[in-house]
């Protein structure tokens, strides 16, 4: 195992900057995700630490050893590809082997790596065959198989579900995530799959146009967001917002005016807040609750329903609330019957509601919820 420490990293082709000073330290044995949309940086990052690329500025420490400028062959990674990367013409167990007696290693030593990472992996029935002979899914394994016959210091996984279809996905994310924890490996994840980031890792670093916008557990972004980027990209269906004004700000809380909930007041400490100033509430959709009995605990409000979706387990509400402009989706537990063009009548509690300031997007409530 090996600890990984990244010091103010850019990196630049020509004049355009894609990582503006990337700062992260990852624990031995830490499973650390790198998400965000397409176009942040995180496989540039990626390559990076792997050495494929070299960072303008920097500093890369694997191991307490600095390899910024270090060949991808003296940093002790070992990468899993999107795409693989298997030999055609090679045997599965040759395929393993390759590389290591590349290395020179001894010939008992191969098949003893070769074996445990098939046993590990279940594909000691595969070995025979050629990449083409396999699924998907038998393919990924291989590669992740390739990856720890090498018994590197540090993993790095670039997206490496993305080829396979959804119920593979949700199989072989197990199997990575067991993985980590039979190996005690220390591995950095690259996915622009919320939900791989949210169920895989020990933490998450979100990434956007290049910077890091939050690194935390997944249950402290998803609940405490830091800004409202972050509490939009964690979390499926994503956060609804509504803009409004804050009224007033004290110690027993704020008051906003927001249509569609009219005037909320907030039991939180919102600090910085400025009596005026424009602000977004943003309310998860699972945060949502269908009123029974007329009685309605918390911020009640009329949802006029567009549509909705059901999938057995849950309900997916689509339209806007009355007095409201914006979209919002309701995510209701359970089936429940919602016919199209009706009225719900739906409340939230007002602990659960997260408040951001419109031009900075800072979550102003963030240490209520991370307290």
């Known amino acids: 195992m090996a600890g990984l420490q990244l010091n103010d990293i850019k990196k630049s082709f020509g004049h355009h900057a894609i990582l503006h000073g990337i700062d992260l330290d990852v624990g031995e044995g830490e499973f650390v995700v790198l998400v965000g949309p397409s176009g942040c940086g995180k496989s540039t990052l990626l390559r990076l630490i792997a050495g494929l690329e070299s960072a303008s500025s920097g500093q890369i420490i694997i191991d307490n050893d600095d390899v910024t400028t270090a060949p991808p062959g003296d940093r002790g990674i070992a990468m899993v590809f999107q795409s693989y990367a298997l030999y055609p013409h090679m045997t599965v167990a040759k395929n393993l082997s390759f590389g290591l007696e590349n290395l020179k290693m001894n010939r008992a030593e191969i098949d003893q790596r070769v074996m445990e990472a098939a046993r590990m992996l279940a594909i000691e029935p595969l070995l025979d065959r050629r990449p083409k002979q396999l699924s998907g899914g038998q393919r990924q394994r291989v590669a992740i198989g390739r990856a720890i016959v090498r018994n590197p210091k540090l993993f790095l996984f670039d997206e490496p579900l993305s080829n396979l279809d959804a119920a593979l996905r949700v199989q072989t994310r197990g199997e990575i995530s067991r993985l980590h924890k039979r190996l005690g490996a220390t591995m950095v994840y690259v996915t622009h799959d919320q939900i791989e980031a949210m169920t895989m890792a020990d933490r998450i670093v979100v990434l956007n146009a290049g910077r890091v916008e939050q690194i935390g557990t997944p249950l402290e972004l998803f609940a405490a967001p830091a800004n409202k980027f972050v509490a939009g990209f964690i979390g499926s269906p994503q956060m609804n917002f509504f803009e409004g004004t804050l009224l007033c700000s004290g110690p027993g809380g704020v008051a906003v005016e927001v249509p569609g909930f009219e005037v909320v007041n907030l039991p939180v400490e919102a600090a910085n807040a400025v009596p005026g100033q424009a602000v977004i509430l943003g309310v998860r959709p699972s945060h949502f609750e269908l009123v029974k009995d007329g009685g309605a605990n918390g911020l009640a409000v009329r949802f006029n329903v567009d549509y909705a979706e059901s999938i057995g387990t849950d309900t997916y509400v689509y339209g806007k609330l009355e007095g409201s402009e914006t ?15 009706s ?4 409340a939230v509690q007002p602990q659960r509601v997260h408040l951001f300031d419109s031009e900075s997007s800072v979550n102003l409530n963030r240490a209520t919820f991370a307290g």
């Not at 009225?343 to 739906?346: G, I, T």
């Open 343 to 346: 009225s719900l009548s739906l």
């Open 327 to 341: 979209a919002t989706i309701a995510h209701l537990s359970d089936h429940v019957a919602v016919e199209d063009q």
